[in-house]
Structures are given as structure tokens and as C-alpha cells.
């Protein structure tokens, strides 16, 4: 505190720490917390400024630097030597608050409720003075004695050990309730009793990048960060010597200054575990908690090979495997012609069932990514004449032949997209006359899918004769 002014709660916490008790031990009604002791307030001060390692006055604050922490707490860890007693007062300037009444209420008011506390060697937890209020104001209960325990009423506490064992202590404050972002409170910590020394708060390190389970593809430098921090023993801001990096157990760079960070050549694909460790001026050290990160086997996105034109007949089997360079995982296409699907190893199969051109996009996938899409072209022609027979199995089979007996020669069979295996009913052609108009009407069906073979209609009006026209 050189050069500066003692904090009103610094000095409220000094007061009361080193007044001679009066009347009930600890805190009472008719003493108060004693009888102030100007001398025993110095002697601190000046065993403060003697040894700044080892301080009896702490001026700290609790605040909230991250988004949605709820904890608030600072700690002050002693390795005791078990000769003296142990004497900690916690004071601090409470924010102005809502009066509740016009008389003297006996509801906490408080507005940050600090907590103050002692952990033990054996993890016994030692909580401050706590002042009794039974029934009314009476002198029965004015002469009650303090007892121990969360104490949410006033802001000024103490905690008392009398007869301490040796070992390793934590003095802990802690805020009961939340602060804004950004926002602090400050209080005024005393600790006295033996000699003991001081153990130096351990810093703080994360990696903040790369995130979590990030994925990088093979052949890439990974740039690494971490922030770190240090509070020296009272609080106060420390030093932070270095930051290490390791992936598993083997160091791969270090950084002395902030922002800490450095770049990695990962030598292999598959999984890897990254760790910070970061050291204060002091010697401490603290790891971080670990992140995974993947090195996948690929360099880049799959490049699918350039494809013709994809031609196919109606109503027969189509088959074409796709390929693609960095080790393809998937493909995936859309507007395939109708009969046609694209399994993910890129084989497009199927039967196309509606004649035409189309276009189709094609996507292929692997562990960097998915790829640039593709165009697909594709054209389904009718089946000739005799790739129909050997759709039919009648390879070889004259034109002229009436395969299924139906009366209907193949030829026309294909004509008029009917199946040469099947005997077909009556009814594919129909006439229709008209003697008042003096027409004949004839229907008839063609198949769309027949190539490159026409129609003709002949009639005669020599039903006796061979007489002809078309």
C-alpha cells in the first residue's frame, strides 16, 4: 500500500481484528468487538511492510470475467506451524441498499453477502462469528454469546481459531449471489497468528484455440493459443514465466510472452490431445484441461473425374461408377433421370423408365469436406427394334412372326409398344363409321418408344379384290 490511503474497509477490518476482546468471547452485545488496540493495529502494519512474502493486510476484490460464472471466490492457502492461534477479519463496503422500515429492523439488508471461512488440514470448514438474536430486546438475550456459523447479516466477519495444528490452511472469501460482467467488489482481508509460510497460488491456463474437436486435413500447420494468468499470494496480479504446449506427453513449443501461442506440423493423421502448462515467476505450475483435435487423411475435398455424356435405353438396365480423387466417402446426386438412384460409393443404376435428356448434380464427400458439384448429363433413347427382341428374349426372331399368337406380327408388336411374349386382346384397334358424313374412322395406339420404324394405314374398297391404298 506504499504511497497510497488505507481503504475505509482496511481500516475497519484492523480495528476490529486487533481490539482486546471484553466481556463474551468474540463479539458481544454490551463490548462490541472490544476495546480498540492503536499499538497491536501498527505492529501489523509494520509486519506487513517487513515481510511483503508473507502479508497480514490483503486489499482484494471479487469479480466476474467471464460470461455466465456464477462462483465467485478467492483463496489464501498458509502452511501453519501449530504454535499459534489463527485470526482472520474480513471487512468490506457493502452498496447503498432499500431502507426496509423507519425503525431498526432486524432483516439483512445486505446487498453483496461475503462469505469468510477457514478450511483446515483435515478439511474441517471454520466459519466466522455469528451474533444470537432471541426473541425481544431483552437483557436475557444481550448477554448471549456469539456462536459460529454462515453469518449473512453483517459485513464485517471474523473467524477465530484458538488452537490451530500444523498443517496447510485455506483462507477463503467468497461472494453468496452473482455480479455483473465487469463488475467488482472490493474487500479488506487480515490474517495473523503463527508463523507460517505462505504457499504460492498455482497460475491459470486454457487453450483457447483451436476449439474442441476441430478437424484439420492432412498436411496442415495448426496454430495453437492459450491464455494464462497469475495471482501472486494477497491477490494481487503475478507473473507468468511460460506457457508450454504438448501433444500427449511430448512438448512441441513454448511461448514467455502473451498472447501465448505457437504453430504445429502434426506428423500423421488420426487423433491427438494438445495440453497447455503454464508457469508463474514463482515456479508454480498448472496444466490445462485437454482438447482433441483430428488430423484427417485427406489434403482437400474430393475433385470428381470429368464424365461424358451418359446415355441409356428406356426400360433397360443402366449402370456407371463414378470416381473422384482424395479418397471419396460419399456421393450424393440430385434430378436423376426417373429409374436411376446413386448409391454413396458413386454407382448410378437402375432402369430408366421416361425417355429424354437430363441433368443431374453430383456431389462427392470425403473426411475434409464435401466437394465442388458436378453436372451430370444423361440420354435415354428408345430401344430399337432388335434391342427390343432381346429385351424380350427373341433375339433372331423374324419381324414377320407372331411370337405369343395373339395375331399380331412382332413388328407391329413393337410398334405399338405391346409385349410379343404376352397374347394381347381385342380392342387395340378400333373402327368406327359414319355412313351419313361417309367416313371410317380408324384408332390406334403407337408407343412412344419404338425408333425409327412408321406407320402406315392401308384400306381397300374392293373387299372382293387385292386393291390397296395407303
Not at 426496509?100 to 483435515?122: C, G
Not at 436475557?140 to 500444523?166: C, F, H, T, W
Amino acid at each position: 500500500f506504499s504511497g497510497q490511503r488505507m481503504r475505509a474497509s482496511t481500516l475497519k477490518a484492523l480495528m476490529i481484528h486487533t481490539a482486546d476482546d471484553l466481556g463474551n468471547s468474540g463479539p458481544d452485545y454490551k463490548y462490541g468487538w472490544g476495546l480498540i488496540n492503536g499499538r497491536a493495529a501498527a505492529d501489523v502494519i509494520l509486519a506487513h511492510k517487513a515481510d511483503t512474502n508473507r502479508p497480514k493486510l490483503i486489499e482484494g476484490a471479487l469479480s466476474r470475467t467471464v460470461a455466465g460464472v456464477k462462483t465467485y471466490t478467492n483463496n489464501y492457502t498458509f502452511v501453519w506451524d501449530g504454535v499459534s492461534p489463527i485470526r482472520a477479519t474480513l471487512a468490506w463496503t457493502d452498496p447503498a441498499g432499500s431502507a426496509q422500515t423507519m425503525t431498526d429492523s432486524r432483516t439483512p439488508n445486505l446487498v453483496r453477502n461475503l462469505d469468510l471461512k477457514i478450511i483446515s488440514p483435515n478439511g474441517t470448514t471454520n466459519w466466522p462469528y455469528v451474533m444470537p438474536f432471541v426473541g425481544t430486546w431483552t437483557q436475557a438475550s444481550m448477554s448471549l454469546p456469539a456462536i459460529r456459523g454462515k453469518n449473512n447479516v453483517d459485513n464485517v466477519e471474523q473467524v477465530y481459531l484458538e488452537s490451530p495444528s500444523a498443517g496447510t490452511y485455506t483462507v477463503s472469501v467468497a461472494l453468496d449471489g452473482t455480479l455483473n460482467r465487469g463488475v467488482t467488489q472490493a474487500y479488506s482481508l487480515i490474517i495473523t497468528g503463527g508463523e507460517g509460510t505462505p504457499v504460492n497460488p498455482s497460475p491459470s491456463v486454457s487453450v483457447t484455440s483451436p476449439g474442441n474437436g476441430t478437424s484439420f486435413p492432412k498436411g496442415s500447420v495448426v496454430p495453437i493459443s492459450a491464455d494464462a494468468s497469475d495471482l501472486a499470494y494477497g491477490g494481487v496480479a503475478g507473473a507468468v514465466a511460460k506457457v508450454e504446449f504438448f501433444v500427449g506427453g511430448t512438448k512441441i513449443g513454448e511461448d514467455v510472452s502473451a498472447p501465448y501461442s505457437i504453430s504445429w506440423n502434426p506428423s500423421g493423421s488420426g487423433g491427438y490431445v494438445i495440453t497447455a502448462k503454464a508457469t508463474d515467476s514463482e515456479g508454480a505450475e498448472a496444466i490445462s484441461p485437454p482438447i482433441t483435435v483430428t488430423i484427417l487423411n485427406d489434403s482437400r475435398t474430393p475433385v470428381i473425374s470429368s464424365l461424358p455424356i451418359l446415355a441409356g435405353k428406356l426400360k433397360t438396365s443402366f449402370e456407371y461408377q463414378v470416381s473422384a480423387s482424395d479418397n471419396p466417402t460419399s456421393f450424393v446426386a440430385t434430378g436423376l433421370p426417373p429409374g436411376l438412384q446413386c448409391s454413396p460409393s458413386g454407382l448410378i443404376s437402375g432402369t430408366p423408365t421416361s425417355l429424354g435428356s437430363f441433368e443431374s448434380t453430383l456431389t462427392a464427400s470425403n473426411s475434409v469436406g464435401a466437394g465442388t458439384p458436378i453436372t451430370l448429363s444423361f440420354l435415354i433413347s428408345p430401344l430399337t427394334y432388335l434391342e427390343w427382341l432381346a429385351s424380350c428374349n427373341l433375339s433372331g426372331v423374324d419381324v414377320d412372326q407372331d411370337s405369343d399368337g395373339d395375331g399380331i406380327k412382332n413388328l407391329m408388336e413393337y410398334f405399338m409398344g405391346l409385349d410379343p411374349n404376352l397374347r394381347d386382346g381385342a380392342g387395340l384397334v378400333t373402327f368406327q363409321a359414319n355412313p351419313s358424313e361417309d367416313f371410317i374412322s380408324l384408332t390406334y395406339r403407337r408407343s412412344k418408344e419404338i425408333s425409327g420404324v412408321n406407320g402406315v394405314v392401308e384400306w381397300s374398297s374392293d373387299l372382293s379384290g387385292d386393291n390397296w391404298s395407303s
